[in-house]
T-cell receptor, first 111, second 116 residues
Framework: GQQLNQSPQSMFIQEGEDVSMNCTSS?????WLWYKQDPGEGPVLLIA???AGELTSNGRLTAQFGITRKDSFLNISASIPSDVGIYFC???????????WGAGTKLIIKP | NAGVTQTPKFQVLKTGQSMTLQCAQD?????MSWYRQDPGMGLRLIHY???????DQGEVPNGYNVSRSTTEDFPLRLLSAAPSQTSVYFC???????????????FGAGSRLTVL
């Protein structure tokens, strides 16, 4: 099935560093969602984006809906240990009833 | 408020055995779905339901059955388990699905299934 291209696949970072990840699609989406999955838990919604160009923040997290409507970015500023986990992007288009999911970005903080 | 509750949390089966993964939500959500999560493959949709009495197939439905007799419950049945069904299974619900909503899903905590 169709998947989003999410990168990077994993990241090793130092506490306090900023983090960036992105998702790209070959088709246009009208909704972008970013989820975080803590170890042993289900994904939890972080940010939802509904308009091209939209920039939305949730604490230290900022996400943008790309102008082309084919990509989205998530930034985390000043990372802390509880940021570890897997971050998923998901998109929705009018031609597709279901959400399309990225494969996830695993964030690991170096001790 | 419990949200989405999945049971069991862990299960080990032998090849050919059958079992049911339970999912219940108390948010009066119309839309419910089952995903499986495998390393490096993200989340893949197995089956979904847009309301009581209505179910449909997702991306990877083979080997799984579902039913939706009430708004609250959406069990996933494995009729004859195979090692390829070893995975973590997530149930998720939302107020509405598809073009009528943003598919903002609420997930359960997951059920880890191992088939030997």
């Amino acid at each position: 099935g169709q998947q989003l291209n999410q990168s990077p696949q994993s990241m090793f970072i130092q506490e306090g560093e900023d983090v960036s990840m992105n998702c790209t699609s070959s088709s246009i989406f009208n909704t972008w969602l970013w989820y975080k999955q803590d170890p042993g838990e289900g994904p939890v919604l972080l940010i939802a984006l509904y308009k091209a160009g939209e920039l939305t923040s949730n604490g230290r997290l900022t996400a943008q809906f790309g102008i082309t409507r084919k990509d989205s970015f998530l930034n985390i500023s000043a990372s802390i240990p509880s940021d570890v986990g897997i971050y998923f992007c998901a998109g929705h288009s009018r031609s597709n009833y279901q959400l399309i999911w990225g494969a996830g970005t695993k964030l690991i903080i170096k001790p | 408020n419990a949200g989405v509750t999945q049971t069991p949390k862990f299960q080990v089966l032998k090849t050919g055995q059958s079992m049911t993964l339970q999912c219940a939500q108390d948010m009066n959500h119309e839309y419910m779905s089952w995903y499986r999560q495998d390393p490096g493959m993200g989340l893949r949709l197995i089956h979904y339901s847009v309301g009581a009495g209505i179910t449909d197939q997702g991306e990877v439905p083979n080997g799984y059955n579902v039913s939706r007799s009430t708004t609250e419950d959406f069990p996933l049945r494995l009729l004859s388990a195979a090692p390829s069904q070893t995975s973590v299974y997530f149930c998720a619900s939302s107020v509405a699905g598809g073009a009528s909503g943003a598919n903002v899903l609420t997930f359960g905590a997951g059920s880890r299934l191992t088939v030997l």
